[in-house]
């Protein structure tokens, strides 16, 4: 694939991932509360999502997704679920001064974590409409090859974990700031409010 396209792709991905929505309202309120390493399944399942998005794009698959529509809003409602009872946990989570050990996922709750990272993806409104709409007027789907889609690929991952560990580097120094119980406890209230709103936006759309 020529550079001019992909570079067209890659920016256009770029102020689609970069503008805040319910993803990435989910993905920093989360560091807030638990630490940067709570969100590596959420993280991965959302990129996978992603990638599947984009591969649905390329094969022109787009109306197998209108025939199982029903799936997708299965999943969109169970990562909506998901993120209404993480709003609840933070709401109600008690406050230490210092992180502590229990900042490290454990292995059930990350997979609970890249589950509810692939249900919001692959629910969100914003993503559908950004490979399924916006990518054929970007790229000729028609013309690309194997070698073409592997390059999309892994350019979509480039701009995608640059993004996102930005927003996580910023939300992961704003927490080291939180050394008192007080600031702590308002970070989980303000972080639970806005988990429930992200909840609500994708639930909505």
Known sequence: MEFTPLLIFALALLVSAGSPGPSIAALVTRVLVKGWRDVMPFLAAMWLGEAIWLTCAVAGLVVLMDTFYWAFQILKYCGVAYLIYLAWRMWTAPVSAEPTAED???????????????????????????????????????AISLIGWVELTFTMLLVLIAVDCAYVIVAARARLMLKNPRAMRIANRVSAGVMGGAAAAIATR
Do not use: E
């Not at 692959?122 to 028609?142: R, S």
């Open 104 to 142: 490290a996922p454990r292995g059930r709750d990350g997979l609970r974590m890249f589950l509810a990272g692939m249900a919001v993806t692959l629910g969100n409104p914003k993503i559908m409409v950004f490979y399924l709409a916006l990518l054929p007027t970007i790229i000729d789907l028609q």
